[in-house]
């Protein structure tokens, strides 16, 4: 038989039951089994979404946590700080009225020896005339004496009910730095132990994500950022389980069929019926 110029040999076929076997063996290994992943109905994805809802939940709820336990103790590091700071003022009023009781005892001791002085004058003086002026001189000397020694005996008694407050303050501030110090040591270990559940709970999430459609969890995602942990809801009677608004009976309706998923209009969280799913 003479060659023909530019021909081909025909394409082998492949019998029916080959491509069964092909199909058997997998000749396309890059297309793993394990790989493909089932595509799960509208009904089934809802009942993954209210299985990864109580993770999210859970997570937001101790994230919250987190973020809330440092404003306490702050609180409590302000209290003490308050107490420290009123302890230092009583510490400074102190200091000022030993000051001044020490001016108030200088003065004192100035009047001591002006009436000392005076009273050594009189046996200079010659006459009666200026006895009397010397003798008047040494009474005022003496009363000015007098009031000094009272203001003295005031300054005592107002360091004694400073001291009496300092004393007391102390052992407010020595509670309340117990009190935060014990604080502290709770906050470090809450917060040990509510970030250890966050990385339990991320890993358990991450075993729901490859069964959900990636639109389906896009639209979960974007929810649960913007409504405070809180994406996929009940229907709670004939209401959002979120907002609480009233459903119109079509969509309570179109959400029992699991056609597709629905929200609520108001505040557009997915919703389920629980004894529907």
Not at 53 to 81: T, W
Not at 163 to 179: G, L, P, S, Y
Not at 182 to 190: I, M, P, R, S, V
């Amino acid at each position: 038989m003479a060659k023909v110029e530019g021909s081909s040999p025909s394409a082998p076929t492949i019998p029916i039951d080959c491509w069964c076997k092909a199909e058997r063996i997998n000749i396309y290994p890059q297309f793993r089994e394990e790989e493909i992943v089932p595509q799960l109905s509208i009904k089934d994805q809802v009942k993954k979404l209210v299985e990864l809802q109580k993770i999210d939940g859970a997570i937001y709820e101790l994230k919250k946590s987190l973020e809330e336990k440092p404003r306490v103790l702050e609180g409590l590091q302000r209290q003490f700080e308050e107490k420290k700071a009123r302890l230092k003022e009583l510490e400074g009023r102190l200091k000022g009225i030993q000051l001044k009781r020490k001016e108030a005892e200088v003065e004192l001791a100035g009047k001591e020896g002006d009436i000392k002085k005076s009273n050594a004058d009189l046996s200079k003086i010659k006459t009666n005339k200026e006895y009397t002026a010397k003798i008047h001189e040494i009474e005022s000397l003496k009363a000015d004496q007098s009031i000094v020694e009272e203001k003295i005996l005031v300054f005592f008694e107002d360091a004694d009910k400073v001291n009496a407050e300092i004393a007391k303050e102390k052992q407010f501030v020595v509670e309340e730095e117990k009190k935060f110090q014990a604080a502290q040591k709770q906050f470090d270990e809450e917060m040990q132990i509510a970030q250890d559940r966050i990385k339990v709970l991320e890993a358990q999430r991450k075993q729901y994500l490859p069964d959900i459609d990636p639109n389906v969890l896009n639209r979960y995602t974007k929810l649960l950022a913007h409504k405070e942990g809180l994406a996929i809801v009940p229907v709670q009677g004939s209401a959002c389980g979120g907002c609480f608004m009233n459903l119109t009976t079509q969509i309570i309706n179109h959400i029992k069929m699991h056609e597709s998923l629905e929200e609520c209009e108001k505040c557009s969280r997915i919703l389920y019926i629980k004894d529907q799913l």
